[in-house]
């Protein structure tokens, strides 16, 4: 038998490797533990996995600087993570306690860390596109070098803000980069059934002037490198980039889904043939990275992921006197004198 | 003392806070080079220039996205929605998005932006141009309301609202931006959550709001002349923050109490008045709390028509005259 070749590093270093990697199992773990606790009871409300679709959150945050804005869906929890967000934050939060990102105000919906960037996950379709245009008219009317990243999915395709937003964002030049998680299905329907297009985001590109931008989700080397240049083209002032990453999603469309909807063996193959973990972790091989270097990442990652739920465990429910605080600027609710 | 039209105070507020706060920049359709379509906003463009004053496609959801976008990030944006009618293709943003994400993100996300609206009706538009929406922006939390009856208000609470830290609906009356006032040169600035008694009497209340005022002021001139009748008329200016004590103070006083309201009747503002009034001020009052409010109908475009949907100075006179006789 044939050994295979050791591929040798390309514009892609061993260390981002192995930092894409990393990213993209932590997301995998922290899922996993977010659909645990819920059967264990303990996430509360309702949650939207990105299992199956961790690439494209890797794969974008890893090319991104530190002050650049990321706005999120509902199904946010793996971009939030992956700037960087604490996990006993990201899980608190889920399971509504007063460790929370959002110290339980919020849920899983509407993760929040903007000191890692994370400019808030919006549970209403498209409502983040135009705000993420909005940051980005900030940073070109201020001088500032940061980008805008919105991440949304298939779904969000067929509202009116989408259109809106691109349509600004071309208009005034903005430093805003639109990332369509294609992951076939609009909740629980499958997109092509219900769209117009073939390509939901990259066949409506030029409507708006853009280049018609479509890659493999599920391979974050691909993401990373599609997504370096659409930071570098919002940096040097040549406006917004529209991609639609393919990509499948593993779990329901929220934790009350238990995906009826898929023809027979989809799932299994997507799984079994093209899940982004697995994948990866065979490319780092390729590339002649040790397999106990994978496994150390893998460890310290569970290790986290456990550390971090048993904190939220014991973290208490928040306090019942900050059921009136931020509502107004100055902290309180007043709304009379 | 400078002699303004109540459109020419927009602009000149807007000027004043652009020209101190660099952070502050104005974006909408037609407000740059047109100058607005009820030219509130001449003279911005050609002053600022299209960096600050920026003219946007016709795309609401757009515009309210931008602006707060941009406020999360640092700046103090003022976006007009042409007509308060509209607020209802984006009214996703005023009332799940600017409105909460300070809440649901505990603190961490800022909106310190300025909606400007042209409001209410008299202008024969009919019923998708006419609307007086303001309480529906009065029904949500985490945002405050705004609504100038003169030019002098319109500068001082317009600066008010640029320079406020939360998100601001400011409703400009389309039917009171011709009308002149005195308005304060220099620097102006006024406080938001303060109502304003604009004419004293002891025999009655009126609370009311924007083009309502005027009315109110002019029938309860007529009831003094006519019938002997002195009636305190209270100018609310901002429906969130409510000034409840200078109300209650009034109605304490006179011990009647009526409110004039230009949104159509059901859960208007006049209801959450008089039912706060009703809680705490019971036994001061001398009779019923009355509403003189536009009936519940779309607002039709004919004048004849428009002109008895809308209360009048006669209806707010006749109908306090009934009630007081």
Same mark, same amino acid.
């Given at each position: 038998?044939?050994?295979?070749?050791?591929?040798?590093?390309?514009?892609?270093?061993?260390?981002?490797?192995?930092?894409?990697?990393?990213?993209?199992?932590?997301? &995998?773990?922290?899922?996993?533990?977010?659909?645990?606790?819920?059967?264990?009871?303990?996430?509360?409300?309702?949650?939207?996995?990105?299992?199956?679709?961790?690439?494209?959150?890797?794969?974008?945050?890893?090319?991104?600087?530190?002050?650049? +804005?990321?706005?999120?869906?509902?199904?946010?929890? %793996?971009?939030?993570?992956?700037?960087?967000?604490?996990?006993?934050?990201?899980?608190? !939060?889920?399971?509504?306690?007063?460790?929370?990102?959002?110290?339980?105000?919020?849920?899983?919906?509407?993760?929040?860390?903007?000191?890692?960037?994370?400019?808030?996950?919006?549970?209403?379709?498209?409502?983040?596109?135009?705000?993420?245009?909005?940051? %980005?008219? &900030?940073?070109?009317?201020?001088?500032?070098?940061?980008?805008?990243?919105?991440?949304?999915?298939?779904?969000?395709?067929?509202?009116?803000?989408?259109? /809106? %937003?691109?349509?600004?964002?071309?208009?005034?030049?903005?430093?805003?980069?639109?990332?369509?998680?294609?992951?076939?299905?609009?909740?629980?329907?499958?997109?092509?059934?219900?769209?117009?297009?073939?390509?939901?985001?990259?066949?409506?590109?030029?409507?708006?002037?853009?280049?018609?931008?479509?890659?493999?989700?599920?391979?974050?080397?691909?993401?990373? &490198?599609?997504?370096?240049?659409?930071?570098?083209?919002?940096?040097?002032?040549?406006?917004?980039?529209?991609?639609?990453?393919?990509?499948?999603?593993?779990?329901?469309?929220?934790? @009350?889904?238990?995906?009826?909807?898929?023809?027979?063996?989809?799932?299994?193959?997507?799984?079994?043939?093209?899940?982004?973990?697995?994948?990866?972790? /065979?490319?780092?091989?390729?590339?002649?990275? +040790?397999?106990?270097?994978?496994?150390?990442?893998?460890?310290?990652?569970?290790?986290?992921?456990?550390?971090?739920? !048993?904190?939220?465990?014991?973290?208490?429910?928040?306090? /019942?006197?900050?059921?009136?605080?931020?509502?107004?600027?100055?902290?309180?609710?007043?709304?009379?004198? | 003392?400078?002699?303004?039209?109540?459109?020419?105070?927009?602009?000149?507020?807007? %000027?004043?806070?652009? /020209?101190?706060?660099?952070? =502050?920049?104005?974006?909408? !359709?037609?407000?740059?080079?047109?100058?607005?379509?009820?030219?509130?906003?001449?003279?911005?463009?050609?002053?600022?220039?299209?960096?600050?004053?920026?003219?946007?496609?016709?795309?609401?959801?757009?515009?309210?996205?931008?602006?707060?976008? @941009?406020?999360?990030?640092?700046?103090?944006?003022?976006?007009?929605?042409?007509?308060?009618?509209?607020?209802?293709?984006?009214?996703?943003? =005023?009332?799940?998005?600017?409105?909460?994400?300070?809440?649901?993100?505990?603190?961490?996300? +800022?909106?310190?932006?300025?909606?400007?609206?042209?409001?209410?009706?008299?202008?024969?538009?009919?019923?998708?141009?006419?609307?007086?929406?303001?309480?529906? @922006?009065?029904?949500?939390?985490?945002?405050?309301?705004?609504?100038?009856?003169?030019?002098?208000?319109?500068?001082?609470?317009?600066?008010?609202?640029?320079?406020?830290?939360?998100?601001?609906?400011?409703?400009?009356?389309?039917?009171?931006?011709?009308?002149?006032?005195?308005?304060?040169?220099?620097?102006?600035?006024?406080?938001?959550?303060?109502?304003?008694?604009?004419?004293?009497? +002891?025999?009655?209340?009126?609370?009311?709001?924007?083009?309502? =005022?005027?009315?109110?002021?002019?029938?309860?001139?007529?009831?003094?002349?006519?019938?002997?009748?002195?009636?305190?008329?209270?100018?609310?200016?901002?429906? =969130?923050?409510?000034?409840?004590?200078?109300?209650?103070?009034?109605?304490?006083?006179?011990?009647?109490?009526?409110?004039?309201? !230009?949104?159509?009747?059901?859960?208007?503002?006049?209801?959450?008045?008089?039912?706060?009034?009703?809680?705490?001020?019971?036994?001061?009052?001398?009779?019923?709390?009355?509403?003189?409010?536009?009936?519940?109908?779309?607002?039709? @475009?004919?004048?004849?028509?428009?002109?008895?949907?809308?209360?009048?100075?006669?209806?707010?006179?006749?109908?306090?005259?009934?009630?007081?006789?």
């Amino acid at each position: 038998m044939a050994t295979k070749q050791t591929l040798q590093n390309d514009d892609i270093n061993e260390k981002k490797r192995l930092e894409l990697y990393n990213t993209q199992y932590l997301i &995998r773990v922290a899922e996993q533990r977010a659909y645990d606790l819920f059967l264990e009871n303990l996430v509360k409300g309702t949650s939207h996995l990105s299992l199956g679709q961790e690439a494209i959150a890797s794969g974008f945050a890893n090319a991104m600087q530190e002050n650049d +804005k990321s706005f999120c869906t509902y199904r946010g929890h %793996a971009h939030t993570l992956a700037r960087g967000a604490s996990v006993v934050g990201v899980l608190g !939060e889920l399971m509504q306690r007063d460790c929370g990102l959002m110290r339980g105000k919020g849920g899983s919906m509407h993760l929040t860390d903007t000191s890692k960037g994370v400019m808030g996950s919006y549970a209403i379709i498209g409502a983040h596109l135009p705000m993420a245009v909005g940051s %980005a008219w &900030r940073a070109q009317y201020l001088g500032h070098d940061d980008v805008a990243t919105v991440f949304f999915g298939d779904g969000t395709t067929n509202i009116g803000a989408f259109h /809106e %937003a691109l349509n600004y964002a071309v208009v005034y030049k903005l430093p805003v980069v639109f990332v369509c998680e294609n992951n076939n299905y609009m909740e629980y329907t499958h997109i092509e059934s219900i769209t117009a297009v073939k390509n939901p985001a990259a066949d409506r590109a030029s409507a708006y002037g853009l280049e018609s931008i479509i890659i493999d989700g599920n391979d974050a080397d691909e993401v990373y &490198r599609t997504a370096q240049k659409a930071y570098e083209k919002a940096r040097a002032g040549e406006g917004p980039s529209l991609i639609e990453c393919k990509t499948y999603r593993q779990s329901g469309h929220s934790r @009350a889904d238990p995906g009826a909807y898929r023809p027979k063996g989809e799932l299994e193959h997507w799984k079994k043939n093209n899940d982004p973990i697995t994948r990866y972790r /065979e490319r780092l091989i390729e590339f002649g990275i +040790k397999q106990n270097v994978i496994n150390d990442i893998e460890d310290n990652v569970k290790d986290l992921v456990d550390q971090a739920t !048993e904190k939220a465990k014991n973290s208490p429910v928040p306090p /019942e006197d900050i059921l009136t605080t931020n509502v107004y600027a100055n902290g309180g609710w007043a709304w009379r004198n | 003392m400078a002699q303004l039209t109540y459109r020419e105070a927009v602009a000149a507020a807007i %000027a004043q806070e652009m /020209e101190r706060d660099e952070t =502050v920049a104005f974006i909408g !359709e037609d407000v740059a080079r047109a100058g607005g379509v009820f030219k509130a906003t001449v003279g911005l463009f050609d002053k600022f220039g299209p960096r600050r004053v920026i003219d946007t496609p016709i795309s609401e959801q757009a515009i309210l996205g931008a602006a707060m976008g @941009a406020a999360m990030t640092g700046m103090r944006p003022i976006a007009e929605i042409m007509f308060s009618d509209f607020l209802a293709v984006c009214w996703d943003f =005023v009332a799940n998005e600017m409105s909460k994400s300070r809440y649901m993100s505990d603190g961490q996300l +800022k909106c310190p932006l300025v909606v400007r609206t042209g409001n209410g009706g008299g202008s024969r538009f009919g019923a998708q141009h006419s609307q007086s929406i303001e309480n529906w @922006a009065m029904a949500i939390p985490g945002i405050k309301v705004v609504a100038p009856s003169t030019p002098a208000d319109v500068k001082g609470l317009l600066a008010a609202s640029i320079r406020d830290n939360d998100p601001v609906i400011f409703f400009e009356h389309k039917s009171l931006y011709a009308v002149k006032g005195e308005v304060p040169e220099g620097e102006y600035v006024d406080t938001l959550g303060t109502a304003k008694v604009v004419r004293e009497g +002891k025999d009655a209340t009126i609370i009311a709001l924007a083009l309502m =005022v005027p009315r109110a002021i002019a029938a309860a001139d007529k009831l003094m002349q006519e019938h002997g009748i002195d009636i305190e008329v209270v100018d609310l200016r901002t429906l =969130v923050p409510l000034d409840m004590k200078t109300i209650s103070k009034s109605v304490s006083k006179t011990g009647r109490l009526f409110t004039v309201e !230009e949104n159509p009747r059901l859960c208007g503002w006049g209801a959450e008045i008089v039912s706060i009034v009703v809680d705490e001020l019971f036994w001061d009052l001398d009779g019923p709390a009355v509403r003189i409010t536009t009936p519940h109908i779309p607002l039709p @475009a004919a004048d004849n028509l428009e002109d008895i949907a809308i209360p009048s100075v006669d209806r707010i006179y006749n109908k306090i005259l009934e009630v007081l006789k």
